[in-house]
């Protein structure tokens, strides 16, 4: 396993993504369907499908290169929320990104995704929105951080995190996003934004394990 | 400096509607309707509402932009982060009730308002006082 996360990382990183998004488009799109528009498989699915069209093309040398470019196009491509949410959330994501990633790497580029979306959405912690998957990622990525573990150990956490995040949502109710309009029938739903973003980090953490 | 509009839906029917209604006490002022996605569907479009801006701009227009919900909002505040400090200043959104907001800026631009006068009546605060 590679001390530093590359630019080979980042690239295996979103053709990972890419593939479970579209392996999960109907449970995304079914997800939504319960408590939002039932865009966001469809969305995602498209969106990373253009941003691996993008890739395929080459020329991109640093992971910082690779989030810019999945920013623009998402920003683009995305017709839903999920396109200004994670447009900004990597582009935020490409600011933090200094050459290839060590641990503490890997908690500026979470932070900064988490400060885009935060900053995009207007969201808290407990609204039943991605905020609900991204805050325990960054802490359980911190936490790694600071006790000296390595960047792929840091992702890990932050993966694991996320998707027992994306789990808590299911009892919250919405109080943010078209979902807020269902008020107390959004109980009992798993938030897709969360688990788009808990599929999202588990194949950062898998391609940071196979760096 | 004359304040033309652009309208963002998640429909492009709709956002084509709001401009013929808006229009109707606005012969003069210039309004872009900007929606749905690419390629059709329900949904905002980055590229619809920067090419709308983009072009108003280049014909020296002060541009006011009005939304229908939450999510195209976000993305016509991501267009506006693309845009310097100078530009920033000649594009701005208008956080009202879409039809009623765009009825209001449109006729409050068509007597010659300026950007913020369009920018207050597209908030249309008089009808939840």
Known sequence: MADTLSVAWADAWIRGAQAVLAEHRM????????????????NMDRGFKAVVAKLDEGGIDDVQGVLKLVASTLMSKVGGAAGPL???????????????????????VIEGALDGIVSRGKATTGEKTMVDAWTPALEAAKAVAASGGTAAEALRAAADAAAAGAEATIPLQATKGRA???????????????????????????????? | MSVALVIVSHSEKLAEGVVELAAQMA????????????????????????????????AGHDVAILTDLGSATMTVESV??????????????ADGPLVEGAVAAA???????????????????????
């Open chain 1, 180 to 211: 807020s309009y269902l008020g107390e029938r959004s109980i009992g739903h798993k938030d897709p934004g969360a688990t788009s973003t808990a599929y999202i980090l588990e194949e950062a953490a898998k391609a940071a394990e196979a760096a």
């Open chain 1, 86 to 108: 994670y447009g900004t959330a990597f582009l935020r994501a490409a600011k933090a990104a200094e050459g290839d990633l060590d641990a503490n790497g890997v908690v500026a």
């Open chain 1, 27 to 42: 449970e995304l799109i079914d997800l939504d369907r319960a408590i939002g528009d039932g865009d966001h498989g469809e």
């Open chain 2, 80 to 93: 506006l982060d693309f845009l310097d400090d100078e530009e920033a200043t000649h594009v701005r959104f």
């Open chain 2, 107 to 129: 006729v409050t631009a068509q007597v010659g308002g300026d950007l913020d006068a369009v920018l207050a009546a597209g908030r249309a605060r008089e009808l939840f006082s």
């Open chain 2, 27 to 58: 012969k003069d002022v210039v309004l872009k309707a900007a929606g749905g996605t690419d390629d059709g569907r329900i949904g905002t479009s980055f590229e619809k509402v920067n090419d709308a801006v983009t072009a108003l701009r280049e």
